[in-house]
């Protein structure tokens, strides 16, 4: 595979380009296991299940999350990732899972899937029912549903009702999929197409359905990433407290059984999880929840995972894959002098006074690439590649922010 493009987005900082996901992730062994076994699992028993890995800026967490979503895809899984931008109303039931459906994806699959799904789906329920669905009235439809499909009655059942009546009757479906991707429809509109309930009342059940519609179309269930979950601390009390009673309750109800077929990740800092003024550990019906799995002894089963420094091991790992990736990408080489000194020069900068590696992958990786990409340019002084990305990131506050 041609990596020049992921290197290209290393330069400038995005997100690297999704094919490329794992080819970095140096030292998470047991981390990139425990989603492919988490994913096995949802796919294995039908149920659901919650994982949390806490860790600093730049310890790849949003890169596991990428890495989930290749896993899962292959699969064929939906998925929906979440990330600060989606949690200004995330304490009401209606702002949450609306969120969900406007992020909704599939794997390979370019724009929100939702459309497309529910086509199909209607397709497969008028063959089901030897075209006598057609002859089903609007008011008849959700009982209908709820007996055949095993739908629960309430919004869900409500909303697919409406977009199976409409498609069958060749009438427009924009204000349902408009409404159900987030965007704001008057509820009288609603209410013409035979809502009577709405996701601010039963957005549970409506997530239960979804799940189980999915599931009838054989997709093995949907993959819920949330990122950036520290970035709630920013929220004024009331409404975070909220939004903490909310997390409370997403774990209530994957874990209890409640809602099964869904695999959900939480990614944030420690700094969020024990912070007790705007963190988790201000919220105690959250924080007792999970408190317990934080310790020295994290196992596989542990719900929660502290994700660790790097070793220097994987760090000089990482150092050999990026010179590597680098040669073949361009072509060109680097003797064995030059890697030993890259690899002195990142051990002497990023060991700290204890002895322990004090980089993030994500700084890491960076660093390497603008010294090799000086490096190649100028092959005769590697120390003046060294010191000019030294002098670079003395002179930035924070270089690397969005590596990954």
Not at 369 to 389: F, G, H, N, Y
Request: hydrophobic share 35%; glycine share 6%; proline share 2%.
């Amino acid at each position: 595979m041609d990596q020049r493009p992921m290197l290209e987005a290393i330069r400038v900082g995005v997100a690297i380009p999704e094919e490329y996901i794992g080819t970095l992730i140096v030292g998470r062994k047991m981390e990139k296991k425990l989603i492919e076994d988490d994913v096995d699992y949802v796919l294995t028993y039908g149920r659901s299940k919650v994982r949390i890995f806490l860790g600093a800026y730049g310890y790849g967490k949003t890169t596991l999350a990428k890495y989930a979503i290749k896993v899962a895809g292959e699969k064929a899984f939906l998925y929906s990732s979440l990330s600060e931008k989606d949690y200004k109303g995330f304490y009401k039931q209606d702002e949450l899972f609306r969120s969900i459906m406007k992020n909704l994806r599939y794997y390979g699959y370019d724009g929100n899937p939702i459309g497309i799904l529910l086509d199909n789906w209607v397709e497969e329920t008028k063959e089901k029912g030897q075209h006598t669905v057609e002859y089903i009235s609007r008011e008849q439809l959700p009982s209908y549903l709820t007996r055949d499909q095993k739908m629960p009655a309430g919004f869900f059942t409500d909303f697919s009702a409406a977009y199976l009546f409409n498609s069958l009757n060749k009438l427009d479906t924009r204000d349902l999929i408009s409404y159900i991707q987030g965007d704001k429809i008057d509820k009288r509109a609603l209410r013409r197409h035979g809502i009577n309930h709405f996701l601010e009342d039963d957005g549970w059940n409506f997530l239960k359905g979804f799940v189980s519609l999915i599931k009838n179309m054989k997709f093995p269930g949907l993959l819920l990433i949330m990122d950036e979950l520290e970035n709630l601390r920013s929220n004024r009390r009331d409404l975070r407290d909220k939004t903490y009673n909310q997390l409370r309750e997403i774990l209530d109800r994957l874990l209890g059984g409640d809602i099964n077929g869904i695999h959900c990740i939480w990614l944030g800092t420690m700094d969020w999880f024990e912070d007790q003024v705007a963190g988790v550990k201000s919220y105690t019906a959250l924080y007792e929840r999970i408190r317990r799995e934080i310790n020295e002894f994290q196992t596989r089963e542990s719900v929660v995972l502290q994700l660790t420094p790097m070793a220097r091991k994987e760090l000089e790992e990482l150092v050999d894959l990026l010179i590597k990736i680098y040669r073949e990408t361009y072509s060109t080489d680097f003797s064995q002098e030059e890697r030993n000194a890259i690899l002195k020069e990142a051990l002497e900068r990023f060991t700290n006074l204890n002895n322990e590696i004090s980089v993030s992958p994500r700084q890491l990786i960076k660093w390497v690439v603008d010294v090799l990409d000086i490096t190649k340019e100028k092959p005769e002084d590697l120390s003046l590649a060294i010191r000019s990305v030294a002098e670079r990131v003395v002179k930035t506050d924070n270089p690397y922010e969005d590596l990954f």
